[in-house]
T-cell receptor, first 117, second 118 residues
Framework: AQKVTQAQTEISVVEKEDVTLDCVYETRDTTYYLFWYKQPPSGELVFLIRRNSFDEQNEISGRYSWNFQKSTSSFNFTITASQVVDSAVYFCALGRNYGGSQGNLIFGKGTKLSVKP | GAVVSQHPSRVICKSGTSVKIECRSLDFQATTMFWYRQFPKQSLMLMATSNEGSKATYEQGVEKDKFLINHASLTLSTLTVTSAHPEDSSFYIC??????????????FGNGTRLTVT
């Protein structure tokens, strides 16, 4: 079964704090994709990152970093020096690999991040 | 970057009427689009997969006669909520993948449509 678990429902931090959003996934597929999306209060979903299951390298993009650990089936997302504009709901998602093309995404329930000034 | 335009962003309709939601890929072609539904403070649930030129594939529990999907071109998919009822009130989001990325690119999402049925 495919499943994504985001155990943290809501997190509240003060501006400039670092925050890590957890994501644990379950899949029987040997190849798959993992994603993070941001959903601000306006509702649209903003793509942040995609990671292929073959690539366990951690990635950093500005204040964002991602830690992919296949051994623990986790794909955690860290925001360094958080800002008020980071306030949003963040979704982790799992995508299957159908011979190189993906099917739909399976989303976690999301973590609502509130960054207070 | 790839842009998906969804229209309308908000719609209020009376119970029993039908509502059409459009999803367009503006700068890429998409043979496949996905329609999701999101209840307040909940995750996105896939409703159906829209395939250009063929019938949509619906997820279990989704009524295909109620949620009509038409994917007539490589840049447009429509979702029609027929005979809407208050329980259909929700946030509907479409997504698409650029077929030019060989089917391995990320999904790009529209801004969503908030449907309220009174």
């Amino acid at each position: 079964a495919q499943k994504v678990t985001q155990a943290q429902t809501e997190i509240s931090v003060v501006e400039k704090e670092d925050v890590t959003l957890d994501c644990v996934y379950e899949t029987r597929d040997t190849t798959y994709y993992l994603f993070w999306y941001k959903q601000p209060p306006s509702g649209e979903l903003v793509f942040l990152i995609r990671r292929n299951s073959f690539d366990e390298q951690n990635e950093i993009s500005g204040r964002y970093s991602w830690n992919f650990q296949k051994s623990t089936s986790s794909f955690n997302f860290t925001i360094t020096a958080s800002q008020v504009v980071d306030s949003a709901v963040y979704f982790c998602a799992l995508g299957r690999n159908y011979g190189g093309s993906q099917g739909n995404l399976i989303f976690g329930k999301g973590t609502k991040l509130s960054v207070k000034p | 970057g790839a842009v998906v335009s969804q229209h309308p962003s908000r719609v209020i309709c009376k119970s029993g009427t039908s509502v059409k939601i459009e999803c367009r890929s503006l700068d890429f072609q998409a043979t496949t689009m996905f329609w999701y539904r999101q209840f307040p403070k909940q995750s996105l649930m896939l409703m159906a997969t829209s395939n250009e030129g063929s019938k949509a594939t619906y997820e279990q529990g989704v009524e295909k006669d109620k949620f009509l999907i038409n994917h007539a071109s490589l840049t447009l998919s429509t979702l029609t909520v027929t005979s809407a009822h208050p329980e259909d009130s929700s946030f509907y989001i479409c997504s698409a993948r650029d077929q030019g990325e060989g089917g391995i690119g990320p999904l790009h999402f529209g801004n969503g449509t908030r449907l309220t049925v009174t």
